[in-house]
């Protein structure tokens, strides 16, 4: 609890210091979809910014998962460092490379305990007028020692801006690999 507690402050303070220019991230995902069951929910926290027009961008993420009648949470903390890549015919896309740790409750000599982790992704974005824009994106993590963590997440979704600095959004999205899940996410962006 106190590791998640610091995880938290890190985070909040990371989101409080800079906020004058980057977005804000907040997210629940819904896991179970494709079986019509939900197991598990999961909240997700991130703070973006961006420096010498988006060349440069960095982010935050918190990400507390709680499986349903499983369980302790399992909370990751991750830094992203990327940039953006070409536009084409509107379409705006950006790279990333993250590294992170796992806080979580060690519960046998192979399940849970904490580790660290790397990852490398891309997203990208197609505006449809002025406050409908599609999403997507593919990321890969796996931890440093190779058993721990090993992911392909592809996801994709739709954001509407309500006004010029918030958006709200759905995104599905299709984990492959030591975990296996299809999640639906509802979440707001706020840009300051």
Do not use: C
Request: glycine letters at 14%.
């Amino acid at each position: 609890m106190k590791k998640l507690l610091l995880a938290l402050t890190v985070v909040s303070a990371a989101i409080a210091v800079p906020a004058s220019a980057g977005t804000v991230e907040g997210e629940v995902r819904f896991g179970g979809v494709a079986n019509k069951q939900t197991n598990s929910t999961e909240y997700r926290v991130q703070y973006n910014d961006a420096l010498y027009n988006g060349l440069v961008q960095y982010g935050l993420e918190l990400q507390s998962v709680q499986p349903e009648n499983e369980g302790p949470v399992g909370t990751l903390l991750s830094g992203k460092l990327g940039t953006a890549l070409p536009g084409v015919f509107g379409l705006s896309s950006a790279a990333f490379a993250e590294v992170g740790q796992s806080l979580n409750k060690k519960v046998s000599p192979t399940v849970g305990g904490n580790f660290e982790f790397w990852g490398a992704g891309v997203n990208a974005a197609y505006p449809l007028g002025d406050a409908l824009t599609l999403k997507a994106g593919y990321r890969h993590r796996e931890s440093f020692n190779g058993n721990r963590m090993k992911e392909d997440r592809l996801h994709s979704g739709v954001e509407w801006s309500i006004t010029k600095k918030t958006a709200i959004g759905a995104t599905y999205y299709r984990t492959t690999g030591s975990i296996r899940t299809d999640e639906v996410g509802v979440g707001v962006t706020h840009s300051f």
